[in-house]
């Protein structure tokens, strides 16, 4: 079992910068690749970024490309999420995820551990 734990979240404004945490537990960090999703009431679940176990290879989506770095400490067992120049429509609950796949992948069914959620609000 992984245990995450997200934080991090909060009120910002729009143009503003934030920094989500997660926080593992329970099996060793680095044997999972890394991922932090997004979703808002009546959405389903989306993927934001993700980071290969080893922390060299990330990928994000179309959206969030050049504003948002995910980034990992294996050492401390926890993976970052660097929000920058965030826009309302950023708002949404943050998930932290967990897959044994060596590289993070888009598909929700992939990740076998979650966070309880973060949750961004920008205002404009």
């Known amino acids: 079992q992984v245990q995450l734990a997200e934080s991090g979240g909060g009120l910002v404004q729009a143009g503003g910068s934030l920094r989500l945490s997660c926080a593992a537990s329970?099996?060793?960090?680095?044997?999972?690749?890394m991922a932090w999703f997004r979703q808002t009431p009546g959405k389903e679940r989306e993927f934001v970024a993700g980071?290969?176990?080893?922390?060299?290879?990330?990928n994000y989506a179309d959206s969030v490309k050049g504003r948002f770095t995910i980034s990992r400490d294996n050492a401390k067992n926890t993976v970052y999420l660097q929000i920058d120049n965030v826009k309302p429509e950023d708002t949404a609950a943050y998930y932290c995820?967990?897959?044994?796949?060596?590289?993070?992948?888009?598909?929700?069914?992939?990740?076998?551990?979650w966070g309880q959620g973060t949750q961004v609000t920008v205002s404009s």
């Open positions: 329970g099996r060793t960090f680095s044997n999972y690749a």
């Open positions: 995820s967990a897959t044994v796949q060596m590289l993070a992948v888009v598909r929700v069914e992939a990740y076998s551990y």
């Open positions: 980071i290969s176990r080893s922390g060299r290879s990330t």
